[in-house]
């Protein structure tokens, strides 16, 4: 699970008091205590984003593996046979189009859940919120599974209740009325389709949780005075609880763009391997350019890095956010 | 009236979001005829235990036992916990407690290398393991898992840090104590409850890990049970008792932790977005 964060306020507010031991400054203290996080996250993240930048210019290869310290350098070799490759568009389009679909059902559903958990009477709320969290508790591998399973081409529930609509009903919306043995993750379609009800059914929960968490801030009078003043719920959620939260809306719209774009666990899971290349998207494409035989490091280094520059734009945005809801707080 | 449709919707999100762990549950109990029947039951009529003892027992798949994964695991997972709770804690102190130069450049790139995404390391950091000789190494996993869940630790234990009110130590350090006593007998108890709140989240990180493990481990016995999993059951396989009896030894430690600092989470991770 990757977590990310904004710092919480009190903290905030504590970190802008001035210091009141100023002799403290240019002591060695703080340094010794910070150095061995520094040292993990220099060695274990910051070094390797290097490397995989560097990898990316250079030939790669099994021989590389075996142990031959020479690097073939190729330049923007790597770059120019990826961007080249009329597959690549296709994965990238996957991926933009994916990640797309997921941030938008994500942010819709997510505020109707947190919107209707506002609404809700206590004791409801409280157990609603409380399945909702389930979901997001369940480990993306495990919760892929078993939509893999629901999604059984002959024993699974959801295959199951398709063949329980009306022979002529079904025949007529989807062209067919016998749905066992019918493969749900053959065509690149129903994959993706399946893929996006996985991902969206483990993301809404955060969504869910953090606009109630909004909405609680918000003063109820508020909407009381638009209500009293004739405006029906569409009017007051667009002028008044959107304006209001319009910060978070804003980070978990980034932060789902990130998770999203590079999506792996439930792809690798879902497609059984890295075998279907036609579901490819970016993060599972660079997997296997590197970990599928022949290994091929430098290309899967160029992928991770477009893959990477691309989040670090959205990430640009991110940080700008936070850093500006930091100095008005 | 309002009210009820109101409820209704409720119920309807909660069973979509709760089903298929429900499902997941109610499969890992039922023998196999119920499983594979041709009207599915909701709840198994003959519940059984049999999925679990055959994965647990090895009777499944000759020779492999879902124990020895259980373990590994775990190893992993508590082995990240310790390391990462310990340099979180120093770190956090570091930053909540003193004003340095590199204070603000320090929390900035916090914030920025959570950004990157793992997915794109995998490259770099399997050639890094190689060469350390960590390759097919529990210990190698530790590593990488204690970078990834490092540096979110440090920021979510600097706000427990920053909570303790400063004056205790000061009240301690003119009764006498040493800096270190100071540390160890009145901020560490005070800042224990964040400590646990932390190191779920690197528990559950470890915990859940796919595809490092799946990239860095090649030999049966050193699998962990997300790795056993993708392995054993990943490819075209029906068995689909075992399969659910395993996903739910993998899931229930994580659901028990997650329901316990959920609170935290949310609060963490968007509070300060929203000023009433």
Redesign the interface.
Known sequence: MTTLTTPSRGAAARDTTPARRPRRRGSPLPYLLLLPALLVIAVLLLWPLGQVVAMSFHQLGIRQLRGDREWPWVGLGNYAEILGDPFFHTVLRNTVLFAAANVVLTMILGTLVGLLLNRLGRRMSTFVGSCVMLAWATPALTGTIVWKWLFDDTSGLVTWLFNQLPDGLSQALFGRADWSGYGWFNSPLTFFSVLTLVVVWHSFPFVAVSVLAGLKSVPAELHEAARVDGAGPWRVFWSVTFPLLRPVFGILVVLSTIWDFKVFTQQYVLAGGTQDRSTFMLSIYSYSMAFSPPPKFGLGSAIAVILTVILLVVTGLYVRMVLRQEEES | MK?FA??A???L??????F??F??IS?SLKPNRE???A??QPVPREPTLQHYRNILSGDLIPGVSFTDFFINSAIVAIATVLLSGL??L??A????????R??TA?L?????????????????????I?RLGLYNQLPGLV??Y???S???A???L??FV??VP?ELEEAAAIDGATRWQAFWRILLPLVAPGLVATSI?SF??A??E??FAL?FISTEDRYTL?VA??YF????D?A?GP??AA??L??LP??IF??LV?RR????????????
């Open positions: 009210r109101l409820n919707v409720g119920l999100v909660a069973l979509f979001a709760v298929p762990v499902w997941m499969t499983i594979f029947s009207t599915p340099l979180a120093l770190a102190t570091a930053v909540a407690r003193f004003r340095f590199l204070r320090f900035v790139m916090l914030l920025v290398v959570q950004m990157i995404p793992l997915e794109a390391l995998v490259i770099p950091l399997f050639l890094m190689r590593l990488v204690l970078g990834f490092l540096p979110f440090v920021w979510m600097r706000g920053a909570a400063r989240f559950i990180t915990w859940n796919l595809i990239t997300p999993m993708t059951f990943g490819r075209d029906t689909w399969v659910m996903s739910t993998l899931t994580v659901m997650f329901v959920q989470m949310v609060s963490g991770l968007v509070s300060g977005a929203v000023k009433g």
